[in-house]
Structures are given as C-alpha cells and as structure tokens.
C-alpha cells in the first residue's frame, strides 16, 4: 500500500498504468476537507484525511459503487461536490465535452481529469489506432477539447502536468481563478 501526502491507495487498478498517473493526480489534491466524486473509478480505491469519496463506475463488480454511464446526464444535483476526480476515463466516452460539462456542473472548487498524452507517439501507438478497441479507448482527448470547455462553461485549467504516459489537467471556476489573482 502507497501512502504519500496523507494519501493511502487501498486497492490498485488492473491496468497498471492508472496507478503511477495517480502520483501525479496527489500532488494537485488540495488539503483540507472535500467532498468529491471519483468518475469512472474501476477497482482503483484511495482514501485521504478529511475527504469523503464517492465512487462511480459503469458496473458494480465492487462493493460501494454507484452504477451509472457516464456517457449520459450525472444522477448528482448541481455544486453537489468540491472537486471531481476521473483518472484515464475521459477517453472511454463518446463525448468528452458533454462529461467535461457535466463536471463543471456537478463541481464547486476543482476538477482533475487524466487522460492519454497523445503527444506522444508511443502512447498513440499503444493505445489507440487499432489497438483502440482492445482498450476501449473512443476518442483522443488533447488539451484543446479542456480548454474549448473550459471557455464554454465559465472554467480555467490551472494546471497541466504530465506522468510517463498521461496528462493531468486541473481546473477551478474562472470566478475562483480571478479571486486567486487579486
């Protein structure tokens, strides 16, 4: 079990590769106490000091899970949540913009989204093209898709950054980025 900045992952993912994006995805998780929503969480579990997690996947092969699709409209009321966590889910939909609006709906303070870095020709190779199905991957996801989102839904990435294999894109409520810069 791996426990850094009063974080204890409790079951790993089956993937493998989720895991080490999960390092990354720790050292934008704000301190304090939050209420968040873990997307698209599989068999991956994590706990933190002070945050109470809900967890969300297509199916319920684990115990505590909510069961939903998240192609389709979240079942959460809107602000429901501090922040929004969905680790390499984003590219399993068929429409990125309509999840990312979602969180944005759901969220009050933060979202943090990874998803295959497709700069990168080995991830490319890898993970899509005809290895695509195989993984179940839909759709590239490149910074763009974050940012047109961002604009359209009154949001800010206030960090991007990048694990072996995939990019770590952090968001807040533009209101909130303003507040920060005075």
Not at 42 to 64: A, C, H, M, P, Q
Not at 99 to 117: G, N, Q, S, Y
Not at 173 to 182: D, G, Q, T, V
Request: proline content about 3%; some cysteine.
């Amino acid at each position: 079990m791996i426990k850094t900045k009063n974080v204890k992952i409790i079951r790993q993912s089956l993937g493998g590769h989720a895991d080490n994006v999960f390092d990354v995805v720790i050292g934008l998780l704000p301190d304090g106490i939050n209420k968040i929503v873990d997307l698209g969480c599989g068999s991956f579990r994590w706990i933190k000091k002070g945050y109470t997690i809900v967890l969300v996947d297509i199916d319920n092969k684990y115990e505590d899970v909510i069961i939903h699709d998240l192609n389709k409209d979240f079942p959460f009321k809107d602000k429901e949540f501090d922040g929004v966590v969905a680790i390499e889910v984003i590219e399993h939909l068929w429409n990125p913009k309509h999840f990312l609006k979602e969180c944005f709906r759901i969220a009050k303070k933060w979202i943090i989204v990874t998803t295959p870095d497709i700069n990168k020709e080995f991830v490319v190779n890898q993970w899509f093209g005809r290895n695509a199905v195989k993984y179940g991957h839909k759709i590239m996801c490149p910074i763009e898709t974050f940012n047109s989102a961002c604009k359209e839904n009154n949001w800010k990435i206030e960090t991007v950054k990048q694990s072996r294999v995939s990019i770590v894109v952090k968001m807040i409520p533009l209101e909130l980025a303003l507040m920060r810069k005075n």
